[in-house]
């Protein structure tokens, strides 16, 4: 059980493995007026970065799952060097169906949400571990801008345009679930910048050390036709933002 060797190849020196900067998710911490000792469960945790400085800002506590190995150990190790190992825990699990031993103050699943099968799913799974009045983060994409085909949907590495929604669409859909949206955290075409062109980056340093790897060639393919692919759609087309709901 783990991922797929590529996909920590593409964001082997990413600590967030989604399109929103450091910067950017202290405010979002900031924003939510996170009280000390508040207990938190991050479902798909990848490098732990989310519950290890909100720990260190904020004093809150809690636990991760995530089915990368590698990211696991990464976010372990980002803990103890942030000084806050005894109070945030990271377990290596499949995060599907994965619920609290008892009720948290926040749970979160930040840019996974196929762990549930959708957004409805990811919604009612974390729902079983929080608590009544606790808050949920959810990460998910969204048209920035409708693509004009299916083709530009597929430039975006999304199967249909059917399969995600415009922002305010996105929040409706929250909403018809019976959550309010409390606070948001948006990335801009900058952010996205700082996400997909440091994979370039990762991928390139590896196929230096790795030329006769037998993963070399699909990741000299990626490379190869990944930046003008990401400039031409996901950049003009796809949004990404962490929503902050509470149950009404």
């Known amino acids: 059980m783990d991922l797929p060797r590529i996909f920590t190849i593409r964001e082997s ?5 989604n399109p929103l900067t450091g910067a950017k998710l202290a405010a979002l911490g900031e924003a939510l007026h996170l009280a000390p000792g508040t207990r938190a469960l991050d479902l798909a945790s990848g ?3 989310l519950l290890c400085t909100w720990a260190r800002d904020h004093g809150i506590t809690g636990t991760g799952v995530d089915i990368s190995t590698v990211f696991t150990e990464r976010a372990r190790a980002r803990a103890a060097e942030l000084g806050v ?7 290596h699990g499949d995060a599907a169906g994965h619920v609290a031993d008892r009720p948290v103050d926040l749970a979160a699943c930040v840019g996974a949400t196929w762990i549930g099968g959708g957004v409805a799913g990811t919604t009612e799974l974390l729902g079983r571990s929080l608590r009544p009045g606790g808050l949920m983060l959810i990460g998910e994409p969204y048209w920035r801008r409708t693509p004009p085909d299916e083709e530009t949907a597929k430039g975006c590495h999304v199967d249909r345009i059917a399969d995600f929604l415009p922002l305010p669409d996105l929040i409706g859909s929250f909403q018809d679930l019976g959550y309010d949206v409390v606070e948001m955290m948006l990335a801009d075409q900058d952010s ?10 990762n991928l390139r340093r590896w196929l230096d050390l ?3 790897n ?7 393919e990626e490379l190869t036709e990944e930046p003008a692919r990401y400039a031409r759609c996901t950049r003009e087309h796809l949004g990404w933002g962490i929503f902050a709901l509470m149950r009404r």
């Open 13 to 17: 020196s990413h600590r967030i493995h």
């Open 47 to 49: 490098s732990g970065e």
């Open 85 to 91: 190992a005894g109070r945030v825990g990271f377990v």
């Open 192 to 201: 996205w910048d700082r996400y997909a062109a440091a994979q370039w980056l």
């Open 210 to 212: 790795n030329p006769d």
């Open 214 to 220: 037998e993963l070399a060639p699909a990741v000299r």
